[in-house]
């Protein structure tokens, strides 16, 4: 059974960085893909950035290109998304999720950690 455990939220300033982890275990990664997702309060979960695990290739929502990366390390098993410029937009409970790169379904998440940018 594939479980995700997110950490790294916090509260932070407009223009700060911060970075989220998450940590995969129970599965063959090399299938899979893992991707960043985030809920506003009020608002559905909407999709940031995903990177496929076997050759690093990458997605993101247009709303952080060019602020956040996602990166992966392979001996740790664990997923990073780097968040730069933060903006108080950006504030949202964000959750990993894995899926089989032979699905478009994420079937495994993680319990969310909490990012919340002051003006």
């Known amino acids: 059974q594939v479980q995700l455990v997110e950490s790294g939220g916090g509260l932070v300033q407009a223009g700060d960085s911060l970075r989220l982890s998450c940590e995969a275990s129970g599965g063959a990664f090399s299938n899979y893909a893992v991707g960043w997702f985030r809920q506003a309060p009020g608002k559905g979960r909407t999709f940031v950035a995903a990177i496929t695990w076997s050759d690093g290739s990458t997605t993101y929502a247009n709303s952080v290109k060019g602020r956040f990366t996602i990166s992966r390390d392979n001996a740790k098993n664990t997923v990073y998304l780097h968040m730069n410029s933060l903006k108080p937009d950006d504030t949202a409970i964000y959750y990993c999720?894995?899926?089989?790169?032979?699905?478009?379904?994420?079937?495994?998440w993680g319990q969310g950690t909490q990012v919340t940018v002051s003006s």
């Open positions: 999720a894995a899926r089989s790169i032979m699905t478009l379904i994420y079937d495994f």
